[in-house]
């Protein structure tokens, strides 16, 4: 199976400013098949992300996603408050899929 | 509006059975594959089971093969999830979720809010 890392594991900023976020895997993920999914506590997780790069229905520009491969980048350009939550990739290109064990992103 | 409404969770013994049913609407359901997805207390999210919309398709996480069965009812928009011979580390909230494809790719771009189950003595 392949096996995503997520770091830093907590990232803490302020509003404004840019996060970057990274998701490693073990292996190639085929055909660039990586999301990424934002978690807020007692909610469920929120599409941001699919095939690396391709932005959900309704979400921001703020959001973008790049990368290929084995290493892939969530940047979040400008900070919104509601932006401080635990954000997970996940590689759906093989069985089984895998996510990542996320990012936390907090105030600071 | 798309709306899932997990059912069917709880408490049950090592060893029991519990099955999980998720309605749907907002959306054409035959239309779209269907997931499982479970996050224990204080974890990440986990695969568990999916199953296309049209084929009825089914995929398992290794964790749960044998012991878990997904299947879906068109007619009635709804997806179940038959848990037997539950342990401990099935504990979790587990979340259905709608994939963006008719055959199942695991990619989920509505949730719904989630079902506990805790398997406990």
């Known amino acids: 199976e392949i096996v995503l890392t997520q770091s830093p594991g907590t990232l803490s900023l302020s509003p404004g400013e840019r996060a970057t976020l990274s998701c490693r895997a073990s292996?190639?993920?085929?055909?660039?098949?990586l999301a990424w999914y934002q978690q807020k506590p007692a909610q469920a997780p929120r599409l941001l992300i699919s095939r690396a790069s391709s932005r959900a229905t309704g979400i921001p520009d703020r959001f973008s996603g790049s990368g290929s491969g084995t290493d892939f980048t969530l940047t979040i350009s400008r900070l919104e408050p509601g932006d401080f939550a635990v954000y997970y990739c996940q590689q759906y290109g093989t069985t089984p899929i895998t996510f990542g064990q996320g990012t936390r992103l907090e105030i600071k | 509006d798309v709306q899932l409404l997990e059912s069917g969770g709880g408490l049950v013994q090592p060893g029991g059975s519990l099955r999980l049913s998720c309605a749907a609407s907002g959306f054409t359901f035959s239309s779209y594959a269907m997931s499982w997805v479970r996050q224990a207390p204080g974890k990440g999210l986990e695969f568990v089971s999916g199953?296309?919309?049209?084929?009825?398709?089914?995929f398992y996480a290794d964790s749960v093969k044998g012991r878990f069965t997904i299947s879906r009812d068109n007619s009635k928009n709804t997806v179940f999830l038959q848990m037997n011979s539950l342990r401990a580390e099935d504990t979790a909230v587990f979340y259905c979720?709608?994939?963006?494809?008719?055959?199942?790719?695991?990619?989920?771009?509505?949730w719904g809010q989630g079902t506990l189950v805790t398997v406990s003595s």
């Open positions: 979720a709608k994939d963006i494809r008719n055959s199942w790719c695991g990619v989920s771009d509505r």
């Open positions: 292996q190639n993920v085929d055909t660039d098949y």
């Open positions: 199953i296309s919309g049209t084929d009825g398709h089914t």
